[in-house]
């Protein structure tokens, strides 16, 4: 199970998903046909969970934000889905974009931001041949970790939260530079900042820290105590 900002996901024991809650931004993936074909409709609220049919595999894993969804499948496909404002969802700019080629930032006043009502299979992971085991939705932003223990990233970044050393936000999963080496088996979002933990014990922390004044630093803690800042 997974619960976002106001919507629930439920994975059965047969692969299937089900989902309930609010559904204005499409993060419930069970959008009718009427819905996707008129932009101007706002997709409903779901009281009773539905089953959402936009899998064509078999589900083991769900993650979810604010208003987005993700779900990883037992073959370690990704799919997302719901409002992709701040590039959350990982899908890049639209296909008609003029500059869909030209890098992974963007701006807040990007237009070509829009949400995507049943679930989409990331293409960056299957085009570079990764197979994922973990997924994980914090508020605005999205990680994942692949079958060699690397982490990705995206979404909003304004409070270093993605760890890429900066507050730009991306379009597309990136892999942590920083964490390359660490072999990372379980990670975790918040509103503003993002944790990690590695296949030795060791837990990072990175993203908003306004009490030390500054934002986006990863921190190793270990033995409980912190043992260094990662150079981003």
Known sequence: MAGGGEHTLIALDTGDVFSCGKGSH????????EEIRDTTSIPSNVSIPERIKGFNEVIVHLAAGHNH??????????FTWGDS???????????????????ETFDDKDENIFSYLTPQPVSFFKSNDRKLKFVACG???TMCIDD???LYTWGLGNYGNLGHGSTKSLLKPKLVEALRESAIVFC?????????????GELFTWGHRKARGRDYVICRYSNNSIHSV???
């Open 26 to 33: 499409g993060q419930l993936g069970n959008a009718t046909i």
């Open 148 to 150: 060699k223990g690397g």
């Open 188 to 200: 975790a979002g918040g509103s503003k900042h993002s944790i990690a933990l590695s296949h030795s």
């Open 69 to 78: 969804s993700a779900a990883l499948s037992a073959g370690g496909s990704l």
């Open 85 to 103: 404002k701040d590039g959350r969802l990982g899908h890049g700019p639209l296909k008609h974009s003029t500059n869909a080629d030209s890098g």
């Open 139 to 141: 508020a605005d932003h």
């Open 230 to 232: 990662l150079s981003l």
